[in-house]
């Protein structure tokens, strides 16, 4: 542990009067609500996506592609929320997810339109709307449910916590990093117990457990996730690492990892998703070959 840290009293009454550090400071405040007034932006269809390719926003975009390649009229508009720039604070997004998170996405088939907040409720509203990615057995459907409200209640430690820690606090602090480190490895490990003896998180058929649990566990097992594969010994974990690949594989989880993502390989950036037809004309490689340079 540090100077600094060993040397820190916790006062009697915490007060946000200093900058907590680390690349979200700028952003964090200890309260929520709209900081500005902007309203989103809405297009064609009935589903307004707004979010970001973080693991949360992936699990959203990956459904609604699942949805598409199954055949099912779930076509969408995924609009990029900026996070770095608190986008999430507009009244406009407040006004769809009063948490400032995302993703958030509306519903304009219903009257009114629908709001839908958490990315485990989307998942569950999109697959009984559309009976899909669900069981429809009593069993199946609750096994499926287990896993799916596992990874919602877990992934803060893998998020908020040892990614934190690990990657953006603003100097490496030992036992936090152990402390996280230690909770991360467990819950790889209940997974890699659960899929020795299912394909599926769910059971034998992909679900949305599958959909909500591949951005964040399947991420972290394949390497993508804080660079900390290696770290991590993720190659330890063989039934986690068939699963992964398995899911990585799948089209449409392919287009789903595309969609509002700002950074990279430009060519995987499809930073607006409209239509089918803009991962082919609209990703960001092209967006940039077509705009004139200037001298």
């Given at each position: 542990m540090s100077e600094k840290q060993s040397n820190y009293t916790v006062p009697r009454?915490?007060?946000?009067?200093?900058?907590?550090?680390?690349?979200?400071?700028g952003i964090n405040r200890p309260y929520a609500g709209a900081r500005y007034d902007v309203e989103l932006p809405v297009g064609e269809h009935d589903y307004q996506l707004y979010s970001?390719?973080?693991?949360?926003g992936v699990k959203v975009t990956v459904m609604f592609e699942?949805?598409?390649e199954a055949g099912h009229a779930a076509e969408y508009d995924a609009w990029p929320i900026n996070i770095g720039d608190g986008e999430q604070f507009s009244s406009g997004f407040v006004a769809v997810n009063p948490n400032s998170k995302i993703p958030a996405l509306v519903d304009r088939s219903v009257v009114p339109a629908q709001r839908l907040f958490e990315s485990g409720s989307m998942l569950l509203y999109l697959a009984e709307r559309y009976g899909a990615f669900i069981p429809g057995e009593s069993a199946a459907r609750t096994e499926t449910l287990n896993w799916l409200f596992w990874q919602m209640g877990s992934a803060p430690y893998v998020g908020g916590g040892f990614g934190h820690f690990y990657n953006y606090a603003p100097e490496p602090i030992e036992y936090a990093i152990d402390r996280?480190?230690?909770?991360?490895?467990?819950?790889?490990?209940?997974?890699?117990?659960?899929?020795?003896e299912s394909a599926y998180l769910g059971g034998a058929d992909y679900s949305i457990?599958?959909?909500?649990?591949?951005?964040?566990?399947?991420?972290l097992a394949l390497?993508?996730?804080y660079d900390a594969g290696e770290f991590l010994q993720v190659d330890e974990y063989e039934?986690?690492?068939?699963?992964?690949?398995a899911i990585d594989a799948r089209p449409a989880v392919r287009r789903g990892r595309m969609v509002n993502r700002l950074w990279g390989d430009?060519?995987?950036?499809?930073?607006?998703?409209?239509?089918?037809?803009?991962?082919?004309?609209?990703?960001?490689?092209?967006?940039?070959a077509a705009s004139p340079t200037l001298d």
């Open positions: 009454v915490w007060r946000h009067d200093k900058q907590s550090g680390g690349q979200f400071a970001l390719a973080t693991p949360n699942e949805l598409l996280f480190t230690m909770e991360t490895k467990r819950q790889l490990d209940v997974l890699d117990r659960r899929l020795a457990a599958d959909i909500a649990t591949w951005p964040w566990y399947g991420a390497g993508r996730l039934n986690l690492q068939r699963w992964a690949r430009p060519s995987e950036q499809l930073r607006e998703r409209h239509a089918a037809s803009d991962f082919e004309h609209r990703t960001q490689d092209k967006i940039e």
